[in-house]
């Protein structure tokens, strides 16, 4: 019988520890052993979950700094609500149109991935972090500007560029329903998102991400990440690719998006300004760049971190700052990576560095 691959391995251990992790809350919420506050946090961690994971692969796979991926969390989470309330007559089903939210704001994330990356792909380093951030602040401030209702005759949509217009100007019928009403964001949301489906997104980005990193693409990918140079030389499309990770990396984001958009009553496009965007990012490097499983595990300590210390007020955010210090010490200390290796046993067949 043929042997599995470490990395498989590695990628079924993965599902089965998000699954575990899965089981052991949904019993705890089931039991009542959670509080409301608690019950509160697990759509938002799934959500920062697939942020984390999907912002991994182009930050840690492909090599790229993109300092804009709240933008296409927000381009999810406003298409995402708009579909649901939208479809709210003709699709009585919540978690039917919750997986329509999610698939629209993938579909529009990932429209909106080509849009940005065909032209910005082209640029390297810093030139590339700083587009990726004037991007996600465009995003934030067209949606301000964005008036959307729906009534009978389907959807009416103006962009308030003067700051004149009001939802009288969509010109709809009496029992039509404002969704987004510019600066003051979308309002009446319906609470769709469950932690059920977050799991199940999650589980869907895990998928995704492992096996296209295991890919021939995914292979090709890191090869441009390695050695730009060396890639073009055998024939490898270098935008191509990049295209391929910042376009996917984008589309779980506007799913993630809708998730966390359809889990509040109302929502404003400040939720997804440069601060969050640093957020994921800092997930994403305190796991380690490329360890998706590290994605993972930040994402879901680090989001529950800061609410944990709510209790100590002005205190904080100084000492979430000093928790994030710490943790960037202990894992770049080579006196621990080398405790850490004791603790752990070598493989059999493995060569020992004498």
């Known amino acids: 019988m043929k042997k ?8 079924f251990a993965t599902y089965a520890g998000v699954t575990l992790a899965f089981l052991l809350v949904y019993a705890l919420q089931q039991g009542g052993s959670l509080t409301n506050a608690m019950k509160s946090w697990l759509v938002p961690i799934c959500s920062f979950i697939v942020m984390a994971v999907s912002l ?30 939208s479809l709210t007559n003709a699709i009585p089903s919540g978690p039917v149109r919750l997986l329509l939210a999610i698939l629209v704001g993938a579909v529009f994330a990932a429209v909106t991935g080509v ?77 769709l998102s469950s932690f059920f489906a977050g799991y199940l ?8 991400v492992l096996n296209l990193v295991r890919s021939r693409t995914g292979r090709a990918i890191m090869a441009i990440r390695d050695n730009r140079i060396a890639a073009e030389s055998v024939g490898i499309n270098v935008t191509k690719y990049r295209l391929i990770a910042f376009v996917t990396s984008a589309a779980l984001a506007g799913a993630a998006g809708a998730l966390f958009g359809l889990n509040y009553g109302g929502l404003l496009s400040s939720r997804f300004d440069f601060n969050t965007s640093i957020l994921v990012l800092v997930y994403v490097v305190l796991g380690g760049l490329g360890n998706i499983w590290g994605s993972v595990i ?29 943790v960037m010490l202990a894992t770049n200390n080579e006196q621990l990576k080398a ?10 067949g493995a060569k020992s560095n004498g």
């Open 4 to 11: 599995l691959k470490t990395t498989t391995k590695i990628d």
């Open 56 to 85: 991994n692969l182009v930050v840690g796979i492909s090599g790229e700094l993109s300092l804009g991926h709240a933008g296409f969390m927000s381009v999810g989470a406003f298409s995402g609500i708009v579909t649901a309330m």
């Open 115 to 191: 849009i940005v990356g065909v032209p910005v792909l082209r640029l390297r380093g810093d030139y590339l972090a700083i587009v990726t951030l004037a991007f996600g602040q465009i995003i934030k401030d067209l949606i301000n500007c964005l008036i959307v209702g729906y009534d009978s005759h389907g959807l009416h949509i103006i962009f308030n560029l003067d700051g004149l217009r009001s939802v009288s100007d969509l010109h709809m019928e009496e029992t039509g329903v404002a969704i987004i009403k510019g600066a003051q964001g979308a309002v009446g949301v319906p609470k």
């Open 201 to 208: 997104l999650v589980m869907v980005a895990l998928v995704i």
């Open 298 to 326: 930040a994402a879901t300590v680090l989001y529950i971190l800061p609410e944990a210390l709510r209790g100590f007020q002005d205190y904080r955010m100084l000492l979430y700052a000093v928790v994030l210090i710490l």
């Open 339 to 348: 405790l850490l290796g004791r603790l752990i046993p070598k493989r059999k």
